[in-house]
């Protein structure tokens, strides 16, 4: 699959006319609990010439392919990864913290350490508990549900614990999280729960699993009583964003 990936973003630079500056694996890959049948989410950084950028009309700044079972291949254009990032989009601190590296660059490098000086923990919570509220209710409240379910709301609720804790972004391995974040007495029974997830077909259900629902449950509260609490941050400033911009563009 790497020669296959690789192929598929020279084929995007290639009919789009941009360069790629960062090619990631953004999903269950990238945390950690893939199954068997887990296809690959490959997410990318790109520029287009700088005459793309001086345009009065509106232009596109997303890429995306259409998903098979194997591939699901987006984009977002550098001058939106900017804005994202000034917003703190915690989507963003996932890709360009992946284990998984397809495609790297200068950019890259420099982008990485400038993007904690734009971290918001407030926005960070409300996103992660958010995921963790519409999975759990939509996928954990009947007896039988799918295993992989799980992962999508323990994953998001210690990520909460750990921005909470530690006021950085989270780590994209679950295994991290985990040992980090989540209660002794529950570490056992999720790992065994991530030992068969990680053997069964992602549509297998099992019976649900009571201990951690009511984890879960508590947690999510806890949670969100906590960010309640977090004052309001002040805007940061876009003059290091500005910079990186022109850079890129080579201005």
Known sequence: ????????????????GC???????SGSRAWGFASPDSDYD??????RPKEWYLKLEQ???????????????NGWDVAKTLRLLYKSNPTLFEWFSSPIV???????????????TYFSSKSGLWHYLRMAEGNYRNYLRGELVRAKKYFYVLRPVLACRWILEKGTPPPMLFSQLM???LESG?????????ELKVKLPEVKEIPRIDPLNQYLDSSILEIKQRIQQIP????????????????????
């Not at 360069?19 to 694996?25: D, G, H, P, S, W």
């Not at 309001?232 to 201005?251: C, K, Q």
């Open 179 to 181: 040992e980090s974040q």
């Open 19 to 25: 360069k790629i500056l960062l090619a990631v694996e």
């Open 102 to 116: 397809y495609r790297d660059s200068p950019f890259a490098e420099t982008f990485r350490p400038l993007m904690q």
């Open 42 to 47: 490959v997410r990318f950084i790109y520029v």
């Open 1 to 16: 699959m790497e020669s296959v990936i690789q192929e598929t973003l020279r084929e995007i630079e290639n009919r789009e």
């Open 232 to 251: 309001e941050e002040p805007p940061r400033d876009w003059g290091e964003l500005d910079a990186l911009f022109l850079s890129v563009l080579g201005m």
């Open 59 to 73: 232009t596109q700044d997303v890429i995306e392919l259409p998903i098979n079972d194997l591939l699901d291949v």
């Open 186 to 194: 529950l570490k056992g029974l999720v790992q065994q729960l991530l």
